[in-house]
C-alpha cells in the first residue's frame, strides 16, 4: 500500500522555488530543499525523481507566477511603450522588502549556458524565443520600421532584459529606472 503524501506538493514547490531563486541550481543542495521544504530526500526523489526533476517544476511554478505580467504584455496594444511597461512589470517585484531579486529565469539561462542539461536548456529557449517573438510583434506595431531594424531592435531588447534582471538583483529603484529609460531612448 503506497504512503499517502503528508505535504501538498505546490506548496513544498514553491518553497523550492524560493530556494532555488535565492542560490541557483548547483549552489542548492538536497539537505538544504529537505530543510526548505519540510519533508525528506526520500518524499523529494518520490515525487519529482530527483533535483532536476524537482527544478524543472520550479520552472514550471515560475512561469504560472509571472503568466499574468506575460499575458498582459502580450495582449496590451501600444507597441514599444508595452515593452517598456513590461520591463518595469517585470522588476516591480524587486522593490518589495523581500529578500529574492532579478528573474529566475534570468538566472537560470545564465546559470546553464554552458551546461548539457538538454530539458532544461530547452525550457530557457522556449521561453527566450516566445518572449523575442512577443518584442517582434510590438515593434512592428511602428509601420517605419524595417524587418532588419526590428529583429537588431528585438535582440537588443532581449539582451537589455538580461541586462535588466541580472541588474535588479544588485542595483536601487533609481538606478534601475534610468537604465530602463536610457534603454528606450534609443528605440
Given at each position: 500500500?503506497?504512503?499517502?503524501?503528508?505535504?501538498?506538493?505546490?506548496?513544498?514547490?514553491?518553497?523550492?522555488?524560493?530556494?532555488?531563486?535565492?542560490?541557483?541550481?548547483e549552489t542548492t543542495s538536497m539537505q538544504m530543499l529537505e530543510k526548505e521544504m519540510g519533508i525528506n530526500k526520500f518524499s523529494i526523489y518520490s515525487s519529482f525523481g530527483n533535483k532536476n526533476g524537482l527544478f524543472l517544476e520550479c520552472?514550471?511554478?515560475?512561469?504560472?507566477?509571472?503568466?499574468?505580467?506575460?499575458?498582459?504584455?502580450?495582449?496590451?496594444?501600444?507597441?514599444?511603450?508595452?515593452?517598456?511597461?513590461?520591463?518595469?512589470?517585470?522588476?516591480?517585484?524587486?522593490?518589495?522588502?523581500?529578500?529574492?531579486?532579478?528573474?529566475?529565469?534570468?538566472?537560470?539561462?545564465?546559470?546553464?549556458?554552458?551546461?548539457?542539461?538538454?530539458?532544461?536548456?530547452?525550457?530557457?529557449?522556449?521561453?527566450?524565443?516566445?518572449?523575442?517573438?512577443?518584442?517582434?510583434?510590438?515593434?512592428?506595431?511602428?509601420?517605419?520600421?524595417?524587418?532588419?531594424?526590428?529583429?537588431?531592435?528585438?535582440?537588443?531588447?532581449?539582451?537589455?532584459?538580461?541586462?535588466?534582471?541580472?541588474?535588479?538583483?544588485?542595483?536601487?529603484?533609481?538606478?534601475?529606472?534610468?537604465?530602463?529609460?536610457?534603454?528606450?531612448?534609443?528605440?
Amino acid at each position: 500500500m503506497a504512503r499517502k503524501k503528508e505535504y501538498i506538493e505546490t506548496e513544498v514547490v514553491e518553497k523550492a522555488m524560493q530556494l532555488f531563486w535565492r542560490n541557483g541550481y548547483e549552489t542548492t543542495s538536497m539537505q538544504m530543499l529537505e530543510k526548505e521544504m519540510g519533508i525528506n530526500k526520500f518524499s523529494i526523489y518520490s515525487s519529482f525523481g530527483n533535483k532536476n526533476g524537482l527544478f524543472l517544476e520550479c520552472l514550471k511554478c515560475y512561469k504560472e507566477k509571472i503568466s499574468n505580467i506575460f499575458e498582459k504584455f502580450k495582449n496590451a496594444p501600444n507597441g514599444i511603450e508595452d515593452i517598456k511597461q513590461f520591463f518595469y512589470d517585470s522588476v516591480s517585484s524587486n522593490f518589495n522588502d523581500d529578500y529574492i531579486k532579478g528573474c529566475l529565469i534570468t538566472n537560470t539561462y545564465n546559470e546553464f549556458s554552458n551546461k548539457e542539461d538538454k530539458a532544461i536548456k530547452e525550457q530557457m529557449n522556449a521561453f527566450m524565443n516566445n518572449l523575442k517573438l512577443i518584442i517582434i510583434d510590438k515593434l512592428k506595431k511602428d509601420s517605419t520600421k524595417s524587418e532588419a531594424a526590428i529583429l537588431e531592435q528585438a535582440n537588443y531588447l532581449l539582451l537589455a532584459k538580461h541586462g535588466l534582471a541580472a541588474a535588479a538583483r544588485v542595483n536601487s529603484k533609481k538606478e534601475i529606472e534610468d537604465y530602463i529609460e536610457m534603454t528606450f531612448k534609443n528605440i
